[in-house]
């Protein structure tokens, strides 16, 4: 019987070691903690994609460094070659932009609202003529220079 003590001490040992694992594994998974939620009515920069009338768009939205509220970035319809850059601000829920296909007239005005991670409203051309709906949604974060 005494042959067998060294044999009953590593047995003892790996049950004590194995314990915490078995017991592990018998426990629910923890899960991940919930990814916070967009905060309503709150203007975040990032890529951004959506409608414009029937055509997909994405817009690449960013905070402006020299002024307060105040956003700049470019859109493009997919399927078209031209980017479009925009300029604009926010208060509270409230979105505007302008936008410039050549740098320097505008084109078009884009009025909307804030509502969690989307931002809805209308779209005019530059003579006002054409009323377009627009809905995009954030779909990832851009990095501010």
């Known amino acids: 019987m005494h042959g067998s003590c060294p044999l009953r001490a590593v047995l003892l040992a790996a049950c004590c070691a194995l314990a915490p694992l078995s017991q592990a594994q018998t426990r629910p998974p923890e899960t991940a903690p919930p990814v916070p939620a967009h905060p309503a009515g709150k203007f975040l920069p990032g890529v951004y994609r959506g409608q414009l009338g029937k055509s997909q768009i994405e817009m690449v939205l960013r905070l402006q460094t020299d002024a307060e509220d105040s956003v700049e970035g470019s859109y493009f319809v997919f399927g078209e070659g031209q980017t479009v850059e925009v300029v604009g601000e926010f208060e509270d829920d409230r979105f505007s932009l302008e936008?410039?296909?050549?740098?320097?007239?505008?084109?078009?005005?884009?009025?909307?609202?804030?509502?969690?991670?989307?931002?809805?409203?209308?779209?005019?051309?530059?003579?006002?003529?054409?009323?377009?709906?627009?809905?995009?949604?954030?779909?990832?974060?851009?990095?501010?220079p």
């Open 99 to 144: 936008e410039s296909r050549n740098g320097t007239d505008v084109s078009g005005t884009w009025e909307g609202r804030i509502e969690g991670g989307r931002i809805s409203g209308s779209w005019a051309d530059g003579d006002e003529r054409v009323h377009l709906p627009f809905t995009i949604e954030r779909v990832a974060a851009v990095p501010n």
